[in-house]
């Protein structure tokens, strides 16, 4: 049960260009999309977050994308640094509730080349 | 900035043996959580705890699992008879508010069950 995927496990991007990292969703409910890095040895650092009120987000290089009807989200990294490589996990949240699960796809690894 | 800490970060442990992971959440955080990500997979919810019970788990959160919070600072989850594959990385989160806020993650605990 997939409710949140990540299609590509790994990206190369040289530095300074663009990365795009994409994800996709299935279930309607989810209301808040998050962006986490995760390198080796370490646990998921948040990096972005979007509310389902919203089209784009933006805080310094990232920039996280929505687009509801298609049940899309996107993360895009200008410049790209060597130090971004790392995996990247997208997460959703779910509307309602007390609860806070949230269901994470399977992570894209980014390698930025020098 | 305040962390999420986890110990030990490294477990190794007989098929059978119990084992008990820590973890002390932000200290003004109200909600806690514990995920797991086996290798080359995603991050898996399971369990979230507020007030001092359950709020809600996953099927994965048998009854071999088990969480408390015995004090004020910590956040321990119990395996009462490891299996081969509980071996994994265990993370535990916590959040201040629920509403559209990110989670903090620690940066796990590798289990490793032989």
């Known amino acids: 049960d997939q409710q949140v995927k990540q299609n590509s496990p790994s990206l190369s991007v040289q530095e300074g260009r663009i990365s795009i990292l994409n ?9 808040y999309f998050l962006w986490y890095k995760k390198y080796p040895a370490e646990g998921p650092t948040f990096l972005i977050s979007i509310s389902s009120i919203k089209d784009k987000n933006e805080d310094g290089r990232f920039t996280v994308f929505l687009n509801k009807s298609a049940k899309h989200l996107s993360l895009h990294i200008v410049p790209s640094q060597p130090g971004d490589s790392a995996v990247y996990f997208c997460a959703a949240k779910g509307s309602g509730g007390s609860n806070y699960k949230l269901t994470f796809g399977k992570g894209t690894l980014l390698t930025v080349n020098p | 900035e305040p962390e999420v800490t986890q110990t030990p970060s490294h477990q190794v ?4 043996q119990e084992v008990i992971l820590r973890c002390v959440p ?24 507020y007030n001092n019970e359950i709020s809600e788990k996953s ?15 910590n956040f321990t989850l119990k395996i009462r008879s490891t299996k081969l594959e509980d071996s994994a990385m265990y993370f535990c989160a916590s959040i ?3 509403v559209n806020s990110p989670l903090h993650f620690g940066n796990g605990t590798r289990l490793t069950v032989t």
């Open chain 1, 23 to 31: 994800c996709d969703y299935t279930n309607s409910m989810f209301d």
């Open chain 2, 13 to 16: 442990t007989q098929m059978g």
């Open chain 2, 26 to 49: 932000i200290s003004n955080h109200l909600y806690f959580y514990w995920y797991r990500q086996i290798l080359g997979q995603k991050v898996e919810f399971l369990v979230s705890f």
């Open chain 2, 59 to 73: 099927e994965i959160f048998d009854d071999q699992f088990s969480v408390e919070r015995p004090d004020g600072s």
């Open chain 2, 96 to 98: 201040g508010q629920v």
